[in-house]
C-alpha cells in the first residue's frame, strides 16, 4: 500500500509541474517576496521569471552564473524597454488567442499621451505598463484586488496625477483625482459602488490614453449620456460652434482648454455636480448667465425651464398625495399609480431633453407631463365622486327600508289589535 501511495503523489507532483512552467531556482533561494507576488498572479502558469529577467535558472545559489548576460540575463528591465518587452506577448496574436486578450494594446500605447512621452520623447516620468499593472503580482482588470479595477483606478492613475512635482513637470493639473472624488461620477463610484459609473479608462481609454480634444467630450459624454448627446447635437449650441470661452476670451484662443465647445464648458470635467437652478439663473463660470449676459431669448428660455418644471413638480407631488389618500380610502387604484409613475418620467426625460434648447419642444413635453397629471387626477375625482353617489343611493335605500320597516311595524301591531 505504501508503494501505491508513493508512486501516486509522483504522478500528482508530476501533474502538477507539467500544468506550471518550473520555478527559476532564482525566486526559490533569493527573490522570496517577489517569488510570492508571482504566485498570486497571471502569469505564474504562463512562463517563468527568466522570460522577462532571462540569465540561467539552472544556476542554483550562483549568483555569477545565474546572472551571466551572456545567458541573457537583463536584470531589471529599464523602464523605457518595459511597453516593448510586455508588447513581446502582447501583440502575439496567436498567443493571445487562447486567452481573448486584445493584441493592439501595444499599438495603443504607442500613441497615447504616455506612450508618445516615453518612447519619443525619452520622458520617463510617464506612465509605464508596471506603473498601472505592477510586476510581479498581475492580476486580470476584472478581479476587485487589481490596480486596474474599474474601482481601484483613481488610485492607481492619482499614484501619478497627484503628485504636484510630477505633473508641473508634465504641465498637468496635480487635483484632477480629487476633483473626480468630489464629483456625482466619483461619489457613485467610490461611494456608492454603482456598477453603471465611469471611472478614468472610461472617458480617457486604458492604453490608448488620450485627454479628450476639442469636441470629443460630446461622443466620450454620449456612451453614457445618449438621451442628453442627441438632444445636444440638435441645439445651438452644437450647430453655431460659439460656445467656447475663446469667443470673449481672445487673449487665450490658442489655449486648447478655451477653444472646448462641448459639455465641459457647462459641466466642467473631473468634478462634475448634478445641475441645479443656478446653473439656468446663475452667473458664475458654466452657468447660462456668465455668458448669456444681456436679457433675451435665454432669459425666457430660462423661465420657461424652471417655472415649467416646477409647475410639473408640484403636479407630481398632489397627484402622489391624492393616491395616497385613495388608497386609505380603500379604492383600487394599482392601475392609476402606474400610470402616475410613467407620468412622472417627464421630470426624468425633461434634463436630456433641456440641451436641445428647443422652446418648442420644451414647452410641449412640459404640457403633457401636466395633462398626465391632470388626468390621473381626474380618473381619482370621478372614482372618489362615483364613491360619494354610491353612498348617498345607499343611505336613500336604508332609509326607504326603515320607513318600510316602520310601516310594516305598524301593520302588524294593528292586526293583532283586530285579533
Known sequence: MIHYLILASALLAGAVQAQAPAEPSCVANCHGKEATAFRAGVHKKVFSCTKCHGGNPKALRDKARSHDPEAGFLGKPARAKIPELCGGCHSDPLGMHAYGIETDQLAQYRISSHGRAVLEKGNLDAAVCSDCHGAHGILPAHDPRAPTARVNQPETCGRCHSDKALMERAGLPFDSVDRFRAGIHGDALLVQRSRGAPSCTD?????????????????????????????????????????????????????????????????????????????????????????????????????????????????????????????????????????????????????????????????????????????????????????????????????????????????????????
Open 203 to 419: 472617458c480617457h481609454g486604458s492604453h490608448g490614453a488620450l485627454p479628450p480634444g476639442v469636441g470629443d467630450a460630446v461622443q466620450i459624454c454620449g456612451q453614457c449620456h445618449l438621451n442628453t448627446a442627441e438632444h445636444y447635437a440638435k441645439s445651438a449650441h452644437a450647430k453655431s460652434g460659439e460656445m467656447r470661452c475663446a469667443a470673449c476670451h481672445e487673449d487665450k484662443k490658442d489655449d486648447p482648454a478655451f477653444r472646448r465647445s462641448d459639455c465641459t464648458v457647462c459641466h466642467g470635467s473631473h468634478a462634475i455636480r448634478v445641475p441645479g437652478d443656478a446653473m439656468y439663473d446663475g452667473d458664475q463660470v458654466g452657468h447660462c448667465g456668465h455668458c448669456h449676459r444681456q436679457e433675451g431669448e435665454a432669459d425666457k428660455l430660462e423661465a420657461l425651464i424652471l417655472g415649467g418644471r416646477r409647475k410639473l413638480e408640484n403636479a407630481v407631488r398632489e397627484t402622489k398625495r391624492e393616491l395616497a389618500a385613495a388608497k386609505r380610502k380603500g379604492f383600487f387604484v394599482e392601475y392609476e399609480a402606474l400610470y402616475e409613475q410613467e407620468s412622472a418620467r417627464t421630470l426624468v426625460s425633461l434634463q436630456p431633453m433641456i440641451h436641445s434648447l428647443d422652446a418648442g419642444v420644451i414647452s410641449k413635453h412640459l404640457e403633457d407631463g401636466l395633462k398626465r397629471q391632470d388626468r390621473t387626477r381626474e380618473i381619482i375625482a370621478k372614482k372618489t365622486e362615483a364613491l360619494r353617489d354610491r353612498r348617498i343611493l345607499l343611505s336613500g335605500l336604508a332609509l326607504v327600508l326603515l320607513l318600510l320597516l316602520g310601516l310594516l311595524a305598524v301593520k302588524l301591531k294593528a292586526v293583532r289589535r283586530l285579533s
